[in-house]
């Protein structure tokens, strides 16, 4: 407890040091290129209807809007020469130093990095998304940083609301499936005894039987269904960065253990990439792409399976291809629907290419199919792509 305390004052001791320095800086006029004229910066930040700041490289407060001041729960006035240590808690305050002094270091943007904090010294958490800038001098030289942060608690408390009712409907689910599956366990032997003695029974009862056999199937089928589609959305495993080439890899790997891809000659254009993910739920949702794909294509002469990787501005892509027939514009803006089954009841239970896309949108991507000359129909799963300044402190696979 005593070695804690000592830390927390020699780090305030250290930040006073360093607001006594930028003070005594920001008092000479110092190179025009260096530095900011306080009085156009203040009048600029005054009304920005969002929380702003700006920091020097000795990471002190320069400005920053009121909207921020009134998030740190200060006066305007007492933002400038303040440092992290006057306005947060001392581990709140170090971790975003550690940011800063990363950002500064590495001359590169942390852009909506979602991070906790307790403002104002209260113990109640909000949830911001925060964008850290660097800016330079005339020569090139890192001068500071420039900060956006935009409030999202409100957004996080109604995500982690639609998680918990998430799993409250996959209970009740569970329980629905476990009260339907006896009985129709029962019905279902009942009927497999009957049926296996052709002799024992009229045409018309038979026929009567057969019809009960396959809708007690078709039930089963669509509990099995519900209780999947009750799971979609929920964080089933920890995100972690794991590579395009090792994702595609597992989801070709799993893709033959069911033997869904094994007719296929598979063409692989890979490009480094990186994804942050729930990595089982996006090999999930690539099993997905490569059996309907295996569906769709599999009764071609050569039917070709094409699977790239690659980066396009903000994103990360995954595509899966098919060198089967083009689907239709009416069809393909039905094939993410629940229960929609593919040209000629391709799809199984219709729910397949429905889960991918909730898999993917649930990581905050888009999945969107399109035809293209030479191949047929290509499934394109964009992400968003993990930045590597954003990469410090998380997992790598």
């Known amino acids: 407890m005593e070695s804690k305390r000592t830390r927390a004052t020699q780090r305030t001791g250290a930040a006073k040091r360093k607001t006594q320095a930028g003070r005594r800086r920001r008092s000479d006029p110092g190179p025009s290129g260096g530095s900011l004229d306080s009085s156009r910066l203040d009048a600029l930040l005054a009304h920005l209807p969002m929380c702003a700041f700006v920091k020097d490289k000795e990471l002190s407060y320069v400005s920053a809007s009121r909207t921020f001041?009134?998030?740190?729960?200060?006066?305007?006035?007492?933002?400038?020469?303040?440092?992290?240590?006057?306005?947060?808690?001392?581990?709140?305050?170090?971790?975003?130093?550690?940011?800063?002094?990363?950002?500064?270091?590495?001359?590169?943007?942390?852009?909506?990095?979602?991070?906790?904090?307790?403002?104002?010294?209260?113990?109640?958490?909000?949830?911001?998304?925060?964008?850290?800038?660097p800016y330079f001098d005339e020569g090139g030289e890192v001068a500071g940083l420039v900060g956006f942060v935009v409030d999202v608690t409100e957004r996080e408390r109604l995500r982690q609301e639609v998680e918990r009712m998430g799993s409250a409907l996959d209970s009740f689910v569970r329980a629905v499936n476990d009260e339907l599956t006896n009985p129709l366990s029962v019905i279902r032997g009942a009927t497999e005894i009957l049926l296996g003695d052709p002799g024992a029974m009229k045409d018309e009862v038979r026929g009567l039987l057969e019809a009960v056999d396959a809708s007690s199937w078709k039930i089963q089928a669509s509990l099995g269904a519900l209780?999947?589609?009750?799971?979609?959305?929920?964080?089933?495993?920890?995100?972690?960065?794991?590579?395009?080439?090792?994702?595609?890899?597992?989801?070709?790997?799993l893709a033959g253990k069911l033997h869904l891809a094994g007719s296929f000659r598979i063409q692989l254009e890979a490009k480094s990439v990186d994804f942050w993910v729930d990595r089982k739920r996006l090999v999930e949702a690539l099993v997905h792409l490569i059996d309907n794909a295996f569906r769709h294509g599999g009764d071609r002469a050569d039917p070709v399976l094409t699977i790239k990787t690659r980066t396009e501005g903000e994103w990360a892509i995954v595509s899966v291809g098919d060198n089967g027939a083009a689907f239709r514009d009416d069809v393909r803006a039905k094939l993410f629907e629940p229960f929609h089954e593919g040209p000629g009841g391709l799809d199984g239970r219709g729910l397949g290419l429905f889960i991918a896309r909730r898999i993917v949108e649930s990581h905050g991507g888009v999945l969107s199919v399109h035809a293209e000359a030479g191949v047929g129909n290509v499934?394109?799963?964009?992400?968003?792509?993990?930045e590597a300044s954003a990469c410090s402190g998380r997992s790598k696979h």
């Open 69 to 133: 001041a009134r998030l740190v729960g200060r006066a305007p006035g007492q933002i400038r020469g303040a440092t992290d240590f006057d306005l947060y808690s001392a581990e709140t305050a170090e971790r975003f130093q550690e940011d800063d002094a990363h950002v500064l270091s590495t001359r590169e943007a942390v852009l909506n990095r979602s991070v906790p904090s307790a403002h104002g010294g209260g113990a109640s958490t909000s949830w911001c998304l925060l964008s850290k800038i």
């Open 227 to 253: 209780l999947e589609i009750s799971r979609i959305g929920l964080v089933a495993h920890p995100r972690e960065i794991v590579s395009g080439e090792e994702i595609v890899q597992e989801a070709l790997d």
């Open 379 to 386: 499934f394109e799963i964009r992400l968003p792509k993990v």
